[in-house]
């Protein structure tokens, strides 16, 4: 890398987009209102269709890639096959690979901000999810040797902040690699309700405050009480702003 430029970099936090259960206007819409809104990259982070059916990936292919580039893709609980029990256990991310995205554990550089994203949906959880040893060790291998003044995020579908039946597996050794990476932003979805927070991860005399921002769900109808919604956030090397965009176009 570089070393991190001065100024601001706006970035768009997608989420929970769900083709297959979706208003049509606010699909048909969203990367329009990214654009307007002057994002230079979107982090998308999981849950792109209903139920993983193939023309459900290929139509949340094409939302992406009218997105404001680069877009960074990370994989959610709807991503991989439900009714199909055999595909499920031996082959559930072949369609998100062909259809969507190959690199599951994707990187990504924009200007003074380095993303990581991680998949964290194992094949044999339904509502929660997993980071393992080795992603976890991947979190501080990405951000080890980065220039002063870089802003370290991590992309993922299930927020650190999830407990119960939606937590992490892994969880315990996840957040100390966030504490060791000194990683500054976590972005996550899957709630379908928009939030932002500082949490304090780790445990003992290893602690650190992180920013969790939870997009809500931008497309679909399964809104939770909430309205629809897509975020923004504004990063400079020492703050981060963000702001919630939101709609209602059921009428």
């Not at 459900?56 to 709807?78: F, K, S």
């Amino acid at each position: 890398m570089a070393p991190p430029p001065g100024g601001s970099i706006r970035l768009g936090h997608v989420s929970d987009i769900h083709v297959g259960a979706t208003d049509d206007v606010a699909l048909d819409g969203l990367a329009e209102d990214l654009h307007a809104a002057g994002v230079v990259a979107t982090v998308v982070t999981g849950d792109l269709t209903m139920r993983a059916r193939t023309h459900e990936l290929v139509r949340a292919r094409q939302v992406i890639d009218e997105l404001p580039a680069p877009a960074m893709v990370v994989m959610g609980n709807h991503d991989i096959p439900l009714t199909n029990p055999f595909r499920r256990l031996a082959s559930p991310y072949d369609k998100f690979r062909s259809q969507v995205s190959g690199d599951f554990d994707p990187v990504l550089d924009i200007g003074m901000v380095r993303i990581q994203g991680l998949d964290s949906m194992p094949r044999w959880r339904w509502k929660s999810g997993r980071i393992s040893d080795r992603q976890s060790a991947l979190v501080i291998s990405t951000f080890t040797g980065c220039p002063a003044g870089t802003v370290r995020i991590v992309a993922l579908h299930h927020p650190p902040s999830s407990e119960h039946a939606e937590s992490i597996a892994g969880g315990t050794d996840f957040e100390a690699a966030l504490v060791d990476a000194e990683v500054d932003i976590v972005l996550a979805g899957h709630t379908h309700v928009p939030s932002v927070q500082v949490l304090e991860v780790g445990s003992g005399d290893r602690t650190r405050p992180i920013i969790e921002n939870i997009a809500g769900t931008a497309t679909s109808h399964r809104t939770r009480g909430s309205l629809r919604s897509w975020s923004q956030l504004d990063i400079t090397s020492s703050t981060v702003t963000v702001t919630q965009h939101l709609s209602d176009t059921d009428g």
